[in-house]
């Protein structure tokens, strides 16, 4: 259960981000496929991030203290046709830098939208985390938009797709920000994860 969530810091450079002791928590994905909602659905908050249904909202690398323990992290979007492409170059280089160099960065959470056919922009973004040694968890989001049978179908889509690249598909949750669905399960991973942290420092 998470107790005290609040907001920290907007960074547009990973070296500017709060001191890498505890272990931390990204959510990435195309734009407008719920990042922001997950976060406050799973932290029990109306607006701790900020939502739009507008693609592009968030912009920055934004980082909230969760019980004093660890970090959950808002990312900025991709995918998004109508930013410029010099803007497109920035997204590239700030979460490129962010997702390979951040020493905390203990799970990053690929969101996918849970209504669509396995999109290109999503299986390369995977790719490359692969490529680049990025521990990847999927979130498929927005089930409450499908009946059960029709989303487990594009689940199992996207994971067939996977395993046609990789020995291993990723780890997957589903997700809802509307009805909640997938939190408990989430929370649990996530806590394992922070238990594993402070316990392998422990040892070290
Ligand atoms: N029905 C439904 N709508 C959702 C869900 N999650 C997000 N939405 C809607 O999808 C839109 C985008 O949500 P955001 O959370 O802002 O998406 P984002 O990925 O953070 O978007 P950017 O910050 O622009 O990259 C909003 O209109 C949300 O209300 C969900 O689980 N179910
Ligand atoms: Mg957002």
Redesign the pocket.
């Known amino acids: 259960m998470i107790k005290k969530p609040s907001f920290l810091v907007s960074n547009t450079d990973y070296k500017k981000c709060p001191s890498p002791n505890r272990p931390e928590f990204a959510f990435i994905?195309r734009?407008?496929?719920?990042?922001?909602?997950?976060i406050n659905m799973l932290t029990n908050h109306k607006n701790l991030?900020k939502?739009?249904?507008k693609?592009?909202?968030?912009q920055l690398i934004n980082h909230f203290d969760i019980d004093g323990r660890w970090y959950m992290v808002?990312l900025?979007?991709y995918g998004?046709a109508k930013v410029s492409k010099s803007l497109k170059s920035d997204w590239d280089k700030m979460i490129r830098e962010y997702l390979t160099r951040r020493e905390n960065l203990t799970v990053t959470f690929v969101?996918v939208d849970s209504r669509l056919d396995p999109q290109k922009i999503d299986v390369e973004f995977i790719y490359w985390c692969a490529e680049n040694a990025i521990p990847v968890v999927l979130l498929f989001?927005?089930?409450?938009?499908l009946s059960l049978s029709k989303t487990n179908a594009n689940v199992k889509k996207f994971i067939g797709a996977m395993e046609e690249m990789f020995e291993e598909a990723p780890e997957y949750f589903i997700?809802?920000?509307?009805t909640g669905q997938g939190k408990e399960e989430v929370i649990r991973f996530i806590e394992e994860n922070v238990e594993e942290f402070y316990t392998a420092g422990q040892n070290s």
């Open positions: 994905g734009s407008n496929v719920g990042k922001s909602s997950l991030a939502i739009s249904g693609p592009g909202k968030t808002d900025p979007g998004f969101l989001t927005k089930a409450d938009k997700t809802s920000a509307q």
